[in-house]
């Protein structure tokens, strides 16, 4: 190990190791890769899909005119074209209304997903869309770590009634079905996607600080642990020190793959009313103002199709997209297999 | 397998039949849910809609001719000492459903329960402001006249004075008589005679099931009350042609009732149910199971319920909805930290409070209101005209007033002049806020937005839907700036219309800090023209009102869907009376 | 055992209890306006807002106003729903046994095709159907219900005209209002046939078809999948080697052995099914227009009616917690090695 012997084994990267081999030939986890591929290339290059169907508001703070956005945002060299795909004002969000017309229009060469109900540009919404999933994945994630960390922390370090406060907490939290729980904060909180995130976070975190404290019982009961503890070395250092670092990884990793349910949940709300702003580009709300389009009695029956079609598979895909890679790591990271 | 695939086979085969509803049965699904069957609580046009067929009033309105009335509970009515007191005489030999003979007792006991109670949430306040002058419950009035450190004798005394009021009111002359004493001249007390709240409850029944006795004796415990935990909220024993058989939910159900004193009706059987979502209500009137169902606009009529074969749409173009939606400008913005004015300065990020009282600025925003787009793109040129806010064929309504279309050289022209010119340099920055959920005004919101951003490109406007709770905030603190708004008639009077969005002390302008004597003068000397020959000279006011808000511009009045019926084209007997909320009373139905 | 079921009777009223706290401790972040929301449902009654805020306590302090809810509560009265203009206790009851029929009506399907499914995986393992399953399973994971929902009624019933939404047609419906059918259970499709209505039955359990068929696909996959991966954990056992190797058919040991083990941590998945059900139901309830409790709390968040979403949690909390504990009684049945203390 400590001497560099030329014919010692070559250490080991990690796409050579077994378990990435184990994930690579496994096709689901491929496809699910090939999707989320797929969805971030959209999300990222939005600007760019959409240069030539950009709201006013969008332009207006990113100061750009019609035609100057269209060469901007798909040309690298242009500073709004790395303003806009990283820190696009919100008004970006806003997908553009053709008319005010109530009736879906067919998709059409100049709007390849059709209009819905509003005069609402489906392929903007789809676009943009994927944005604003990533964004409440990621951003859920990040708060549901937090409270997380916070509350499996103290539960872990202190012990005692703390941790058994903290564990009843969570208990209770756990005991009624995320949705129904999110559904209530929702509403109380009021409308608008940050409200709708900070109502998912507050179900989903337990699961998450139980981990955490189970971690730090583990660690804590470790050799070195106890003799730093000996040497008289502080609580908080400790968990900062040798703690959280091995802990979070995990926890990383795991939280991440809930993108997929917390992407469910965010797009129910949002269907039941409690998402983001009516004309917000988000999959759960497009569907929400499809309803009343999505059967047609009396006529032909799926005239309609495209204004439910569209952001229902934006949402199947990228649900299962998540669903298929966390599958294939869980398989991977499980030593019994 | 096998099996399974039998029985999939099989549901599926029962899952085709259709049936239409039997010849003697109506079936009604409307998008709205039921508030309350208390005709005092009542204040939404769905339980309106089967409140006016169960219970009577002494008047009614005349099936489809709008603004005439009829006499129903009553023979005939005088009007005395100079509009101070109304006469009816009563019909006799009515029928409750319970089988109680209908008497002045039992007017006496309904109108003076609606002054007892005075719910806060209804309809109330209307009948109080005419009878005892009050436009609250005792308590409310109470506090509000004695402070809230009143002692317990000094506020008996207030009650009992209130409840003196009550007892004057309402006077039987006889069995058959009713005499109305109102507290001042109110030009409005017979129109608002016919609103539901005034349906003849039967007194003997209601009393015998725990409600209010009648009497002075316990009459405290129902001031202010939440009717709808009374029995009344879901039962009912009125003298109209149809029997509440059942509330359950989401479906009223009701069966014609054999006493009735009218004529009979055809339809024997009525069903109303609430069915929130469209498609489901479209799908049930294609397949039959529905006889008439509630669409949302002309759009989805056009595109949707106009292929189906055996469906009726009943339109008119004389036909003009008892509402009025306008856009309003707050002339005096209030609200701590206000999130809708920006920086609360004219400096490009936001408006002074008073920036709409300028006139230029209202007139710019009028001109940049689309309405062409609103009349033909949103309801597909099926709409009506507002040049004032008051529904156009009530009286007093003057459609020879211009109205401001879309023209943004003049909305630019107007900007340009606005606070001496500071507007156009610095630029401004608001909120126009609309209730969520509602796409007409988010659309009217949106299309101001685009076309004033487009003048000017330091013009900033944002458009944020209120939740409703937040709606109420803002509307309470006096905080929005600029906001679109709908209102619906209570009774038929123009003066419904034209104080709550004209007068100073209306429910409308008072939000939005409007404030003129020349129109406060006006309505007020023409809320004192009782008589029946001064009525020409009201209208003609209101009318003059209509001119002089075109030139002050407190608000900026937009079109209006016109009305439809969607049937099955075996219903017939329908018609359309703006102040009926059902649109028809159903006893003037039958089947082909 | 018995201290055992005893001690987590004990604790549902505290989790009730917390939950409760938590709701009513959010709503102090609203302003007393907010709060009316569900009290003022139109314009013209804002001119009396300040009225019915006082009426309704909405001014006052967290404190008073939890003493006031839990005041009812503890007397029987969980308050009025503005969402179903009744006593919640009386909306509950007629509502309950709607959201129980259709949870009925698709909880045997779910167990049944989950089950079945795993098994077939199993046995096949990683052969094409045991791949396919897998890819089936995992879609219907991914599938949010109302996406499910929505493509039954466009297709099924919009497209096809089959079936149907509701819980019975209009024309039964003011029939049933007449009163002569008895309502024993409030499952239509049990009461039709305890009237000798075999039509209702038959209306009812036609109107249940596409609603259940949306939760079987959302919920079944996940029973799939544990009872895949358990019955492969049993098929690897040495008692399973040691049945095989005694001679027995593949099928006894298949089905008789093995599948009975591996039903163990099927039962524990009970739980989280259950919740992932109600979810579900919220979300069908309203597509399908089925006046189930779901439904109703739906609206009730829509409208922030928190006296009605109040009492929506602590019913389904209760559901859970009684749920949760015939789970861990069945397990102890089911697996004698288990013991509660």
């Not at chain 1, 560099?4 to 699910?32: H, I, Q």
């Not at chain 2, 407190?554 to 049937?567: A, D, E, K, L, W």
């Not at chain 3, 302003?31 to 449902?41: G, I, K, L, N, Y």
């Not at chain 3, 006052?60 to 006031?68: A, D, H, M, P, R």
């Amino acid at each position: 190990m400590s001497s560099p012997d030329y014919d010692a084994p070559k250490r080991e990267r990690w796409y050579e190791s077994k378990r990435f081999r184990r994930f690579r030939r496994n096709p689901l986890a491929v496809a699910g890769v090939l999707i989320l591929l797929f969805f971030a290339g959209m999300a990222l290059l939005a600007p760019a899909l959409t240069a030539d169907r950009l709201p006013r508001g969008c332009m207006r703070d990113l100061g750009l005119g019609r035609s100057e956005a269209r060469t901007a945002l798909r040309n690298p060299a242009h500073p709004a074209f790395w303003r806009a795909t990283f820190a696009p004002p919100g008004s970006c969000y806003k997908i553009p209304r053709v008319s005010y017309s109530p009736v879906p229009k067919p998709p059409s060469k100049k709007y390849p997903l059709g209009i819905a109900s509003g005069g609402y540009d489906i392929y903007y919404g789809i676009v943009w869309g994927a944005r604003t999933s990533f964004y409440i994945g990621v951003l859920v994630v990040g708060i549901v770590l937090v409270i997380a960390t916070v509350v499996g922390g103290l539960a872990g370090l202190f012990g005692g009634w703390l941790d058994n406060l903290l564990m009843r907490l969570v208990d209770v939290v756990y005991s009624i079905p995320g949705l129904v729980l999110a559904m209530v904060f929702a509403s109380i909180f009021g409308r608008g996607l940050i409200k709708t995130m900070i109502a998912i976070a507050l179900v989903a975190w337990p699961i998450y600080a139980r981990m955490l404290r189970g971690n730090i019982l583990q660690v804590k009961a470790q050799d070195y642990i106890s003799a730093a503890h000996a040497v008289g070395v502080g609580n908080l250092r400790l968990f900062f020190k040798h703690i959280l670092p091995n802990a979070i990884g995990p926890m990383i990793i795991l939280a991440s793959l809930d993108i997929g349910a917390i992407v469910i949940t965010a797009s129910t709300l949002a269907f039941l009313g409690l998402g983001a702003d009516v004309g917000y580009a988000d999959w759960g709300q497009m569907i929400s103002f499809a309803r009343s389009w999505i059967s047609n009695p009396g006529g032909e029956p799926l005239k309609y199709w495209f204004v439910w079609f569209w952001p229902s598979m934006a949402i199947a895909l990228f649900v299962l997209g998540w669903n298929l890679l966390g599958d294939a790591v869980r398989d991977a990271l499980d030593p019994r297999s | 397998m096998k099996k399974h695939l039998f029985a999939v086979i099989a549901l599926a085969a029962l899952g085709v039949a259709s049936a239409a509803t039997p010849q003697d049965t109506y079936v009604y699904m409307q998008s709205a849910v039921f508030d309350s069957l208390d005709p005092v609580q009542a204040y939404d046009g769905a339980s309106i809609g089967v409140i006016e067929n169960v219970y009577e009033t002494l008047y009614s309105f005349k099936r489809d001719v709008p603004g005439e009335y009829e006499p129903t509970l009553a023979t005939s009515y005088e009007v005395k000492n100079d509009g101070l007191t109304y006469v009816y005489h009563l019909r006799k030999g009515v029928q409750f459903h319970s089988g109680n003979p209908m008497t002045c007792r039992d007017v006496e006991y309904s109108i003076e329960r609606i002054l007892v109670t005075m719910p806060g949430d209804s309809g109330a306040w209307f009948y109080g402001d005419a009878l005892t002058g009050y436009g609250n419950d005792a308590m409310t009035e109470a506090k509000k006249a004695l402070g809230e450190n009143a002692s317990q004798a000094e506020i008996d005394k207030f009650l009992d004075a209130y409840w003196q009021k009550i007892e004057d009111s309402v006077v039987c002359d006889d069995l058959y008589t009713v005499r109305f004493n109102l507290a001042g001249p109110d030009v409005a007390f017979f129109a608002k005679m016919l609103f539901t709240a005034a349906g003849v409850v039967d007194s003997k029944w209601a009393i015998a099931n725990g409600a209010w006795s009648g009497t002075e004796d316990d009459w405290k415990d129902w001031i202010g009350v939440d009717l709808r935990t009374g029995y009344l909220h879901n039962h009912a024993s009125g003298t109209g042609p149809y029997v509440l058989v059942k509330w359950d939910d989401k479906n009223i159900v009701a069966k014609a009732f054999d006493g009735y004193w009218g004529e009979k009706p055809a339809i024997k059987n009525v069903l109303v149910q609430a069915v929130e979502e469209e498609a489901t209500r479209l799908e049930a009137l294609r397949r039959g199971d529905a006889d008439r169902v509630d669409v949302n606009d002309w759009a989805t009529v056009n595109a949707k319920v106009k292929q189906m074969s055996g469906v009726k749409v009943w339109s008119d173009p004389a036909w003009s909805p008892a509402g009025a939606h306008v856009v309003f400008f707050n002339f005096n913005v209030q609200g701590e930290s206000n999130p809708y004015i920006g920086s609360g300065k004219l400096d490009g990020n936001g408006i002074p409070r008073d920036f709409f009282s300028d006139i230029n600025v209202r007139k710019a925003f009028a001109y940049s209101l689309d309405q062409d787009a609103i009349y033909n793109d949103i309801y597909e040129g099926k709409a009506a005209w507002y040049t004032m806010a008051l529904p156009p064929t009530w009286p007093g309504y003057d459609p020879d007033i211009p109205i401001r279309k879309l023209d943004l050289d003049k909305a630019e022209a107007y900007f340009k002049k606005a606070w001496g010119g500071k507007v156009w340099e610095k630029g401004f920055r608001v909120t126009i806020t609309h209730n969520a959920g509602n796409t007409v005004r988010q659309a009217v919101a949106e299309m101001l937005k685009a076309n004033i951003e487009s003048i000017n490109p330091k013009f900033k406007i944002d458009v944020v839907p209120l939740q409703w709770s937040d709606y109420l905030k803002a509307a309470r603190a006096k905080s929005l700036p600029v906001w679109p708004l709908g209102w619906g008639a209570d009774y038929a009077d123009p003066d419904n219309f034209i104080h709550p969005f004209y007068h100073s002390e209306g429910s409308l302008a008072k939000r939005q800090n409007f404030k003129n004597p020349e129109f406060d003068k006006l309505i007020e000397y023409a809320r004192t023209l009782v008589r029946p020959d001064q009525q020409e000279e009201r209208f003609a006011i209101y009318r003059k009102i209509g001119r002089m808000a075109y030139d002050v511009i407190p608000n900026v009045p937009y079109p209006r869907q016109s009305p439809f019926i969607i049937t099955r084209d075996n219903l017939q007997g329908v018609y359309y009376n703006s102040m009926i909320s059902g649109d028809f009373y159903w006893k003037d139905l039958s089947k082909k | 055992m018995f201290n055992y079921i005893t001690r987590r009777l004990l604790q549902i009223p505290v989790v009730l209890f917390v939950l409760s706290l938590i709701i009513m401790g959010l709503m102090q972040l609203l302003s007393p306006e907010q709060r009316a929301a569900a009290f003022v449902t139109s314009d013209k009654q804002i001119e009396n807002l300040d009225l019915i805020i006082e009426k309704y306590h909405l001014r006052e302090g967290f404190v008073v106003q939890y003493k006031l809810w839990a005041g009812e509560v503890l007397r029987g009265n969980l308050g009025f729903s503005r969402i179903s203009k009744e006593p919640v206790l009386t909306t509950i009851r007629k509502r309950f046994p709607a959201s129980m029929e259709l949870a009925l009506a698709a909880f045997v399907p779910i167990v049944l095709v989950g089950v079945w499914l795993g098994t077939q995986a199993a046995t096949h393992r990683d052969s094409l159907l045991d791949q396919l399953l897998r890819v089936v399973a995992i879609v219907g994971w991914s599938l949010p219900t109302f996406v499910v929902a929505i493509w039954l009624v466009a297709w099924i019933y919009g497209g096809l005209g089959w079936f149907g939404i509701g819980r019975l047609p209009s024309s039964l419906l003011i029939e049933l209002a007449g009163g002569d059918f008895k309502k024993y259970t409030g499952l239509f499709t049990i009461d039709g046939l305890l009237n000798g209505r075999l039509d209702i039955t038959l209306e009812a359990l036609k109107r249940l078809v596409l609603p259940a068929a949306a939760l079987v696909i959302v919920v079944s996959a996940g029973i799939m999948r544990v009872m895949r991966s358990s019955m492969l954990d049993e098929l690897g056992k040495d008692y399973v080697r040691t049945a095989r190797a005694k001679g027995l058919a593949e099928k006894t040991v298949v089905y008789k052995h093995a599948r009975r083990n591996a039903l163990i941590p099927v039962i524990t998945m009970a739980g989280p099914m259950l919740g992932r059900m109600i979810g579900g139901i919220v979300v069908i309830e309203l597509i399908f227009n089925f006046p189930g409790l779901g439904e109703w709390a739906a609206k009730a968040a829509l409208q922030l009616d928190v006296t009605t979403l109040l009492a929506f949690v602590m019913l389904i909390g209760l559901i859970m917690a009684v749920a949760n504990l015939l789970v861990d009684i069945a397990y102890v049945v089911v697996d004698p090695r288990i013991r509660y203390e």
